[in-house]
């Protein structure tokens, strides 16, 4: 059905530009939290109702495509989060599917086959260069598509990886468009400011090669040993560590007051390091935590479940650090020895996503005052500064922040050295001085009306040529055609395995005779209606019993 939304002014902006551009490729850059997913979606739905065609969403991580397929059913797109290449082809009754670069690279072939002239979303474009490989199944892949608009939420460099369908001038990824952190803080309601409270320390170490060395965050370092600093601070044997999230759930205590489903993130360095802090939140501060890693099969679920609580604390190692929605998350802790500044902003943006009707809503990130950490929340806080007091001069940097820091931001990680972690072993760690930034308490919303400008009619997408139609609307309150696809497969399964006991018949004969009565080839590519029809004679049969 046609239908309308209410777009922010730089989503109606790139949208005038993407459809006024005669290329098939688009790169639009904007920062976490501005909506680009809307944007993305709104764009394929008026493109796709122009002219059919299939809708392609390649994500990052597994998560994310429950999240995008949700996020497409919310404009009437219907995609297929579940889809295999294993599949003969793309489901009938739905606009298209939503898969990751990890699958695309395993089998780009199959998806050059089925991409012809379709609609490409590729999000968090610069995760193509994660893997050599990927680049080039992107290329395999996606060559013959129709249009391809890619998202970022951080403008990225090439690290001489070049990333299919990008524009590279220099070595700067040039976006079609752009829109920034402080431009969003700017237009009001669309971002949250945030400050870092960064904490100084003195820590004491055993190096791999048996010296023992002590430090704060003040004294120059070399890299290996700056990063040796860092895990001794981090370190569940130390105090550092305890203190930082001491205060920092002082502070969340303090937001739930008034927003009383507020929560907070760690990020920690790895699934052992996860699970300590969340026993330390646990025991000494007698507060809940979940714990999210990516060797947990339930991560993606954990998080979803998180996101709809009020429970108070998540812990997670990479799991939350890009692309994941969990807008109340208002107090964070970076407690991971990754330092580069990609990494660094993909954190922050779990925090600056704007909730209507809060009114004032800072975030806190917690750092350590490592001077490749501190850099990069000087970039973020000069942008903060800039829109929340336009017409105040910008303020000093902070001390010891000097630019030189951040031509360091890409230092290799602890994680990458060569040196045995074995061998390494933290003395102790003492947290020092705590550097608390003023809430200047500039980011109330502006009230005014919605502009009827930005309202724009979005055209219903006809379903590819030859499609089938879905069989109607979903018979559970809020459910996807994905989602009612799943519980009609499950109830399947069930009724098949039930059908196989009763008949004395192998499963394997049971689904071909229920295929054959619904008319079908296999159960993976069926619609809706199909499934339907399937389990009402399965139901049929076991009547006869």
């Given at each position: 059905m046609a239908r309308s939304i209410r777009l922010r002014p730089w989503q109606l902006a790139a949208l005038k530009?993407?459809?006024?551009?005669?290329?098939?490729?688009?790169?639009?850059?904007?920062?976490?939290?501005?909506?680009?997913t809307t944007f993305a979606l709104t764009a394929a739905r008026r493109a796709l109702a122009k002219r059919p065609a299939r809708l392609i969403v390649v994500v990052p991580t597994a998560h994310l495509k429950v999240q995008w397929a949700r996020a497409a059913a919310g404009l009437d797109l219907h995609l297929e989060a579940n889809w295999s290449t294993a599949d003969s082809s793309f489901p009938s009754d739905m606009h298209g599917v939503v898969t990751t670069y990890q699958q695309v690279a395993s089998s780009p072939e199959a998806f050059a086959a089925r991409a012809r002239d379709a609609f490409v979303i590729l999000d968090e474009i610069h995760h193509a260069g994660d893997d050599r490989a990927w680049g080039s199944a992107l290329l395999a892949?996606?060559?013959?598509?129709?249009?391809?608009?890619?998202?970022?939420?951080?403008?990225?460099?090439?690290?001489?990886?070049?990333?299919?369908?990008?524009?590279?001038?220099?070595?700067?990824?040039?976006?079609?468009?752009?829109?920034?952190?402080?431009?969003?803080?700017?237009?009001?309601?669309?971002?949250?400011?945030i400050y870092f409270p960064r904490t100084n320390g003195e820590m004491e170490w055993s190096a791999p090669d048996g010296s023992i060395h002590a430090a704060g965050f003040d004294d120059p370092l070399a890299t290996s040993r700056a990063n040796q600093r860092l895990r001794a601070a981090l370190s569940l044997e130390g105090e550092w560590l305890p203190d930082v999230l001491r205060t920092a759930n002082a502070r969340l205590q303090a937001v739930r007051e008034h927003h009383p489903e507020a929560g907070g993130l760690v990020v920690a360095i790895d699934q052992e390091h996860?699970?300590?802090?969340?026993?330390?939140?646990?025991?000494?501060?007698?507060?809940?935590?979940?714990?999210?890693?990516?060797?947990?099969?339930?991560?993606?679920?954990?998080?979803?479940?998180?996101?709809?609580s009020s429970d108070p604390w998540l812990v997670a190692v990479r799991m939350v650090?890009?692309?994941?929605?969990?807008?109340?998350?208002?107090?964070?802790?970076?407690?991971?020895?990754?330092?580069?500044?990609?990494?660094?902003?993909?954190?922050?943006?779990?925090?600056?996503?704007?909730?209507?009707?809060?009114?004032?809503?800072?975030?806190?990130?917690?750092?350590?005052?490592?001077?490749?950490?501190?850099?990069?929340?000087?970039?973020?806080?000069?942008?903060?500064?800039?829109?929340?007091?336009?017409?105040?001069?910008?303020?000093?940097?902070?001390?010891?922040?000097?630019?030189?820091?951040?031509?360091?931001?890409?230092a290799a990680e602890l994680s990458g050295d060569t040196e045995q972690l074995s061998l390494f072993s933290v003395i102790s760690s003492v947290a020092t001085e705590v550097v608390m930034p003023e809430d200047?308490?500039?980011?109330?919303?502006?009230?005014?009306?919605?502009?009827?400008?930005?309202?724009?009619?979005?055209?219903?997408?006809?379903?590819?040529?030859?499609?089938?139609?879905?069989?109607?609307?979903?018979?559970?309150?809020?459910?996807?055609?994905?989602?009612?696809?799943?519980?009609?497969?499950?109830?399947?399964?069930?009724?098949?395995?039930?059908?196989?006991?009763?008949?004395?018949?192998?499963?394997?004969?049971?689904?071909?005779?229920?295929?054959?009565?619904?008319?079908?080839?296999?159960?993976?590519?069926?619609?809706?209606?199909?499934?339907?029809?399937?389990?009402?004679?399965?139901?049929?049969?076991?009547?006869?019993?």
């Open positions: 530009k993407l459809e006024g551009s005669s290329n098939r490729d688009f790169l639009a850059v904007a920062t976490p939290g501005a909506g680009k892949a996606f060559s013959d598509a129709g249009h391809r608009l890619s998202l970022s939420g951080t403008p990225f460099r090439s690290d001489t990886r070049s990333i299919p369908f990008v524009r590279y001038e220099l070595d700067e990824a040039s976006p079609d468009f752009e829109y920034g952190y402080g431009p969003a803080l700017a237009d009001r309601r669309v971002v949250r400011a996860a699970h300590g802090i969340a026993e330390l939140l646990r025991t000494r501060f007698r507060t809940r935590a979940v714990v999210a890693t990516s060797d947990d099969p339930d991560a993606s679920a954990k998080i979803v479940a998180y996101a709809n650090s890009e692309g994941v929605d969990i807008p109340r998350l208002r107090v964070g802790v970076f407690a991971t020895t990754t330092t580069t500044e990609l990494f660094f902003r993909q954190v922050v943006g779990r925090f600056v996503r704007w909730q209507p009707g809060l009114g004032r809503q800072s975030a806190h990130l917690f750092i350590p005052d490592d001077a490749r950490l501190r850099a990069a929340a000087f970039d973020i806080t000069t942008n903060r500064r800039h829109s929340l007091r336009r017409d105040a001069r910008m303020d000093d940097p902070p001390d010891g922040a000097a630019v030189d820091d951040r031509d360091r931001m890409e200047d308490g500039r980011d109330d919303p502006l009230d005014h009306d919605p502009d009827p400008a930005l309202v724009l009619d979005l055209p219903a997408p006809p379903l590819p040529t030859g499609a089938q139609a879905p069989s109607g609307h979903p018979t559970v309150a809020g459910e996807t055609l994905m989602e009612q696809k799943a519980r009609l497969r499950a109830s399947n399964a069930s009724v098949a395995r039930d059908l196989a006991r009763w008949t004395g018949m192998t499963h394997a004969q049971v689904n071909a005779e229920l295929n054959r009565l619904a008319g079908l080839q296999r159960i993976g590519d069926a619609t809706a209606a199909q499934l339907e029809r399937r389990l009402g004679h399965a139901r049929k049969w076991m009547a006869r019993r």
